[in-house]
């Protein structure tokens, strides 16, 4: 956790940050000004000085009475957008950095979040107090390794292009981060990993507690996701049965990210390719499947083959014979039912369903024709 | 003297295209029920053509339709290529009308190509009716209108022909 002493004159800007940016792994803290900030000083231990003011001569006096009292903590000034003079100036009265405003909100986050990297010291060869292939170790195990007393810092998982942390404070697994996904579910995924690498760094800026689960009750979390990915699996021939979408798949109906996977299946794809190529939940992923697979939206090379062939052949015939066939003959031919009858619902329409024809004056049709004829 | 009028209606991607066959067609819209446009046809001095024009079914909206199509001896599809509005035209008619659906088409050698194919079609797509790009209106609608007719009620063709042969004799 790093220490952030907020030096504001207005209390609004400390309250927007411990609203806004609580979840990240810092305590602000606020202060009046630099009197009441060095009274304090020795009080705590500050790793960074964050100094917010509209008035730029008052940032001024500010900074120059913590270079009389020779105060040597890291000093960031936020302030409506400086000159280049001002700046300069901020610069010789040894300020890190500078935020000038307006600051957007996700900005702002990204320039906190540094403040770890920051004024963490930089990396050195050999400081991983642990380092192994994911190949050969259990998630679970691996997890439960660090659950000791002593143990404070973050275990890295890499794969490939993938990146994911598990924080640990004190044995207690307490933040975990992997792309968007909550924290828990961060711990599920990364625990699942069989490919890749994990090395654990000892560090003393963990993150505030987010999982309030005890470790042996996130073990059995994780227990219960493998358990759950096992049935899923189970659903399907195997797992490494090639699966094709069905040729008669309407795209429109799916999602972007649906579309996109489906196109990737068109070739063909077992469902091991697409865990090593999906860097979300795959269990999540895994439930749609199977919805899918049971809905015959993807179907087992063989079955895809024999409707791939069959739809070849239909559409082998012209196309204005195809178009009539396939409105006209629907109910005259005795077309197998190949595929869940949900794909083409409006073709279902039974003959009672429609609107009934009135129309029954076939004399004066007649006579008309007659009269069109002469 | 007294008229006779024949309704029907031609089922359409979107109203105007009609304008790209007859330029010279008067189009009006009625007041109730809203947005429905139709074409009056003098035929024959005592016969007049009303034909509705229905583009709602692009949309999948059966509200004019409803209160049109079931009451017509046929309707007619108008289509100048052949692409997915007119499956999609097909389809809502299809799955909704049991009125007679004829389909309508210009004279087009491009067109005709691609329906070729249709020698074997079903038996309930005979053909389609083709009419004269050239044509003034009154004159292509009083032989679309004779095709229809002996579309649906092929008898009428075989008594005409009875008359024209009893005349001749």
């Known amino acids: ?374 | 003297m007294n008229k006779t009028i024949l309704e029907t209606a031609i089922i359409l991607k979107e109203w105007s295209l009609i304008l790209n066959e007859w330029q010279e067609l008067r189009i009006s819209e009625t007041l109730f029920p809203p947005h429905l446009r139709y074409v009056e046809l003098n035929v024959k001095d005592d016969i007049t053509v009303m034909v509705y024009l229905l583009d709602s079914l692009m949309k999948s909206d059966f509200n004019l339709a409803d209160k049109i199509i079931p009451y017509i001896p046929f309707s007619y599809l108008y289509f100048a290529e052949l692409d997915v509005n007119v499956e999609r035209l097909m389809k809502n008619y299809v799955n909704r009308y049991q009125t007679p659906l004829l389909f309508l088409a210009p004279e087009d050698d491009k067109l005709k190509e691609k329906i070729d194919a249709n020698a074997n079609l079903s038996s309930k797509l005979s053909d389609v009716i083709f009419f004269k790009r050239n044509d003034i209106p009154e004159v292509a609608w009083k032989s679309i209108i004779a095709k229809g007719i002996q579309r649906i009620i092929p008898e009428a063709v075989e008594s005409n022909a009875g008359n024209q042969n009893n005349n001749v004799a």
């Open chain 1, 1 to 374: 956790m790093i220490n952030v002493a907020v030096v504001s004159e207005e209390k609004s800007f400390f309250d927007l940050l411990i609203t806004h940016y609580n979840r990240l792994p810092l305590y602000f803290h606020w202060f009046k000004d630099t009197d009441s900030f060095t009274e304090q000083l020795k009080l705590e231990q500050w790793h960074v000085l964050l100094m917010i003011n509209r008035d730029f001569d008052r940032l001024h006096d500010w900074l120059v009475k913590l270079s009389e009292n020779k105060v040597e903590i890291p000093i960031v000034c936020s302030t409506p957008i400086p000159t280049t003079d001002d700046r300069q100036l901020l610069w010789q009265l040894g300020v890190r950095e500078i935020i000038p405003w307006p600051v957007h909100r996700q900005e702002l986050e990204f320039i906190l979040k540094s403040f770890h990297e920051f004024l963490a010291p930089p990396d050195e060869e050999g400081e991983y107090l642990f380092q192994g292939s994911l190949e050969f170790i259990n998630g679970i195990d691996l997890l439960r390794m660090f659950g000791k007393k002593s143990c404070d810092g973050i275990l890295h998982f890499q794969w490939a292009e993938r990146k994911g942390r598990v924080e640990f404070k004190e044995g207690q697994i307490v933040h975990a981060s992997y792309r968007q996904m909550d924290p828990l579910t961060s711990v599920l995924v990364l625990s699942s990993w069989n490919h890749g690498f994990a090395f654990f760094k000892p560090d003393q800026y963990v993150s505030r507690r987010s999982i309030m689960l005890a470790n042996e009750q996130i073990f059995s979390e994780c227990r219960e996701y493998f358990k759950e990915r096992e049935s899923l699996l189970k659903l399907f021939p195997s797992v490494y049965t090639p699966l094709y979408p069905h040729p008669d798949l309407n795209y429109e109906d799916f999602g972007h990210s649906e579309r996109q996977l489906l196109h990737q299946m068109r070739k063909g794809k077992c469902l091991e390719e697409i865990k090593n190529t999906y860097e979300g939940d795959f269990n999540f992923l895994l439930k749609k499947l199977t919805t899918w697979f049971e809905k015959h939206y993807i179907l087992p090379e063989k079955q895809y083959q024999s409707i791939k062939a069959e739809k070849e052949k239909e559409d082998s015939a012209p196309a204005f014979r195809r178009l009539v066939q396939k409105i006209f003959n629907r109910k005259e031919s005795s077309v197998e039912e190949t595929f869940s009858s949900d794909f083409e619902p409006e073709l279902q329409a039974e003959e009672e369903s429609r609107k009934e024809y009135f129309f029954n004056q076939k004399e004066l049709l007649e006579k008309i024709n007659r009269r069109l004829e002469e």
